[in-house]
């Protein structure tokens, strides 16, 4: 890093007005961001300043060319007020893998992580306590640099902003599996979390919530047979009481609650295969009755019990289960990353 991080204070926090108890997701931000630029090929300064517009050149590349990823991360605090994170460098090398694809500078490790431990000391106090909330964090980069030359810009932008959060969906979840359109393609971008990888989601997305859906799951370009991932989170599928999900590819976000999941569930000697499934096997298997659970993993959503998947104009139910495997995984997860249980996996960082 050039030199220390820079602080500029708020002079009046806003904390007051938040409704801890019902918190939206990602739209409560706190009163502080972390802001560095890239210019003349290297990282300035960063610096924690109020949370605020920014300014840019209207001929800023990210406007025109779309040069922007991010990462999605969560801070919990335990009940002795200890601040955690799960896997934050997993993070910071997927944001640097973003970033090669989109031809982004890398961050350095301690812009990253020193910048982000020191933006949740900042705002400590905007990390909730309750069950069920943290405070999301987003780091994201983009092209500040001016052109209308299709090409990659001379500089760039790194910010962290967070939001105290509460859940991701609202109520039971019911997804449409698309048969037309595509997230990403083979040596496409749909392995970096780009950020036009979701507004290509948005229009077919939007045609599935017309029609009563929260979210799409999405097949393969080609044949649209092979199950991929949803919307905003890795699927799991269990059939009869193996869970199976699909491996990641160049089309596929490498989730790291998706990794962490199979790690917890292979350790509980559940069985689980990453393989490729397809649409004819989920639905053979829901007509069986064999169809047991399908859930979404990552980090907005956590793990996200999918109650009904529609296909092809019918709509299929998933069995309502005792001790659903998406409930035990959730619990485990969930207590590493809030400190309520062991983690022999070394995932949690206490700050
Ligand atoms: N797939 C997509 C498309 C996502 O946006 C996300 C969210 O980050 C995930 C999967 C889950 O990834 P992770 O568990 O790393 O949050
Ligand atoms: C996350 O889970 O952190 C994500 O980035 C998904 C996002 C699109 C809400």
């Known amino acids: 890093m050039k030199s220390n991080i820079e602080i500029q204070r708020i002079e009046k926090s806003k904390i007051d007005s938040v409704d801890f108890n019902n918190l939206p997701f990602g739209s409560v931000y706190s009163d502080h961001m972390l802001e560095c630029d890239f210019i003349n090929g290297e990282w300035q300064t960063p610096v924690i300043k109020p949370y605020a517009p920014i300014s840019l050149d209207p001929a800023a590349k990210i406007f025109h060319y779309g040069q922007s990823i991010f990462e999605g991360m969560k801070a919990y605090k335990d009940a002795d007020e ?4 799960f896997r934050p460098l997993e993070n910071w090398k997927r944001l640097n893998k973003s970033a090669e694809r989109l031809v982004i500078p890398h961050i350095p490790e301690d812009i990253f ?3 982000l431990k020191k933006l949740l000391e900042v705002d400590n106090n905007w990390i909730p306590t309750n069950e069920g909330s943290s405070l999301y964090i987003r780091p994201f980069m983009f092209a500040s640099g001016i052109g209308f030359h299709a090409s990659p810009a001379d500089s760039y932008k790194f910010i962290i902003c967070t939001a105290p959060s509460g859940a991701y969906f609202a109520g039971k979840v019911k997804v ?3 048969e037309k359109y595509a997230r990403a ?6 392995f970096a979390k780009a950020g036009g990888n979701y507004a290509a989601q948005f229009y077919p997305t939007q045609l599935a919530i017309e029609k009563g859906y929260n979210q799409v799951i999405w097949t393969d370009d080609n ?6 991932e949803a919307g905003a ?3 799991f599928i269990r059939i009869n009481d193996t869970l199976i999900t699909s491996p990641t590819s160049d089309r596929i976000l490498n989730g790291i609650t998706r990794k962490s999941v199979i790690q917890i569930a292979e350790d509980m000697n559940i069985d689980v295969e990453v393989r490729k499934i397809t649409v004819s096997e989920v639905i053979a298997a829901a007509q069986s009755g064999s169809l047991k659970e399908m ?3 990552g980090t907005a959503a956590v793990i996200s019990p999918i109650a009904t998947f529609g296909y092809h104009g019918t709509d299929y139910d998933l069995p309502e289960l005792e001790n659903p495997f998406a409930e035990i995984l959730k619990k485990a997860i969930t207590d590493i990353q809030t400190n309520k249980a062991e983690d022999p996996y070394g995932w949690r960082v206490v700050l």
């Open 82 to 85: 200890n601040t955690m994170l």
């Open 113 to 115: 992580m020193e910048g």
């Open 176 to 178: 449409l599996i698309e």
């Open 185 to 190: 393609a083979n040596g496409g971008v749909g």
């Open 223 to 228: 044949s649209h047979e092979y199950i991929e």
């Open 233 to 235: 989170m890795n699927i």
């Open 295 to 297: 859930f979404g993993a």
